[in-house]
């Protein structure tokens, strides 16, 4: 049997994954909001950084908005060797 490291959406958007009270109020200040908040990158500040700046670069490729207020920013390959698993 083939191992996948793929991992179900749902594990994703599970409660603890999913932040309803945001401060910020602009798409660069929420963005660096959310990765402020990652556990795993808290002592790792240019991580952080490198992470932030994909999702500036993924942004203006295209927006990750699904509207009424919603997103579901991504990056890809941001943090490989950072992190074990999608946050």
Known sequence: ???SNSVALH????PAAINLDLK???QDSVLGELVNQIPQLADQPAARETLLQ????RE????????DGI???HSRNALVGL?????
């Open 60 to 67: 203006a490729l295209h927006s990750t908005g699904i509207g």
């Open 1 to 3: 049997m083939k191992t």
């Open 11 to 14: 594990a994703l958007l599970a």
């Open 83 to 87: 992190v074990d698993q999608p946050v």
């Open 71 to 73: 997103a579901l920013p």
């Open 24 to 26: 910020s109020a602009n």
């Open 54 to 57: 994909a999702l500036r670069e």
